[in-house]
Every structure is written in C-alpha cells, then in structure tokens.
C-alpha cells in the first residue's frame, strides 16, 4: 500500500532555531517527492520538488533531502522564523500506467514556531 | 501571477442540500485536480481532469460528480450533503498531467449542518 508517513508530528521551537522534519515513504512506482507548506485553512504551497537522482534540494531557508534507497526524506529550516509557523507536508508522487502523477500525502508535522 | 481560483471561499449547505464548487486553474493549465481535507487532515484526491475528460479518480464519493469544461475551469457537484461532507475542498492545476508541479487553489471551506 502507498503510504507516506512523517515525524514528528507536531514540534515547537524558538525563533532562530534550526529544526529538521522527517518523511518515510513506500510509495511506488516513485516519481518525484515534494514538500509543501501549509497555512492554516489555506491551500498547500510547494517548497521543493526532488526526482530519484536529486539528494538534496534548497529554496531559500529550506533544504530538503532524498535518499531514494531509503525511501527517505528530511526538510531542514534553517534560522526560523514566526511566519514559519504552518503544516509542512510530504507528498510523494507515483506515475501511474497512463502517464499521470498520483500524489499520496503524508500526515504532515505541524510547527510552531515560539518567540 | 494569477493563481488557481476557487468559488466560494465559504459555503454553509443543510443536509441533503446541494453544493457546486468551482474551480478556474491558472491560465494555460489543462489539468485540474480535487482534493478533500478534513479537520486535521491530510487532503484526500478526489477526481482529476485532463482536457475535459477525467483522467484519474480517487476516493469521490458517488454523491459527488465534477466536470471540466472547454475554458478548462471546473465545476464539483455535491448531493445528499452529509454532516462528514465538511472540510476544506482544494482544487490545484497543473501544465498537464505529467506535471511534477500541481498549483493549489485557496480552497473552498463547506460546513454541513
């Protein structure tokens, strides 16, 4: 079964602070992996996207990482702020046999960032 | 840049009622997908189209039923609404379906009472 699970699942931490969240995945067949922000009651916005040759991949304070052998994921924040505050999701991707991307999202880990 | 487009934000419906969601992607997008998220949820796929057609199906009940038409906005239909029925329902658009990139909307919040 495809399943993307993710840890922890809530954190909270102090403004400046650094933090690394986890994604676990047994999604097949694997075509890319994403990390979304999530707002309360708003839409998910993508951060970063990986395909299977990709290990590491940045957007501003964010770094996400991939090891496809693992089927692992972490994304790291570096130097928080207040407005990092949100719902970050793991969302693996799988083409199925027409073509298409079927995403299978993960459970996500809700942050909280303290001043 | 414009944005995927979701109508309404909100929407209060009874039960049994009946509900359409609309949804315009970003310009030059032919694909459109739903999702359904319930409180402290994780979004459920729900339908998705490619050039009008449907071209994948998730967990849609069969009370619901969504179409896309020839500007490629699209439309999803709810029946027989439940109590269950709400959540914040997402549309997000992508180049096309092999798309790595999907655009998500603001979402439409329905609550069922």
């Known amino acids: 079964k495809n399943q993307v699970e993710q840890s922890p699942q809530s954190l909270i931490i102090l403004e400046g602070k650094n933090c690394t969240l986890q994604c676990n995945y047994t999604v097949s067949p694997f075509s890319n992996l994403r990390w979304y922000k999530q707002d309360t009651g708003r839409g998910p916005v993508s951060l970063t996207i990986m395909t299977f040759s990709e290990n590491t991949k940045s957007n501003g304070r964010y770094t996400a990482t991939l090891d496809a052998d693992t089927k692992q994921s972490s994304l790291h924040i570096t130097a928080s702020q207040l407005s990092d505050s949100a719902s970050y999701i793991c969302?693996?991707?799988?083409?199925?046999?027409?073509?298409?991307?079927?995403?299978?999202f993960g459970t996500g880990t809700r942050l909280l960032v303290s001043p | 840049a414009a944005g995927v487009i979701q109508s309404p934000r909100h929407l209060i419906k009874e039960k049994r009622e009946t509900a359409t969601l609309k949804c315009y992607p970003i310009p030059r997008h032919d694909t459109v997908y739903w999702y359904q998220q319930g409180p402290g949820q994780d979004p459920q796929f729900l339908i998705s189209f490619y050039e009008k057609m449907q071209s994948d199906k998730g967990s849609i009940p069969d009370r619901f039923s969504a179409q896309q038409f020839s500007d490629y906005h699209s439309e999803l239909n709810m029946s027989s609404l439940e109590l269950g029925d709400s959540a914040l329902y997402f549309c997000a658009s992508s180049t096309d379906p092999s798309s790595y990139e999907q655009y998500f909307g603001p979402g439409t919040r329905l609550t069922v009472t």
């Open positions: 969302v693996v991707s799988a083409t199925v046999n027409t073509g298409f991307q079927k995403l299978v």
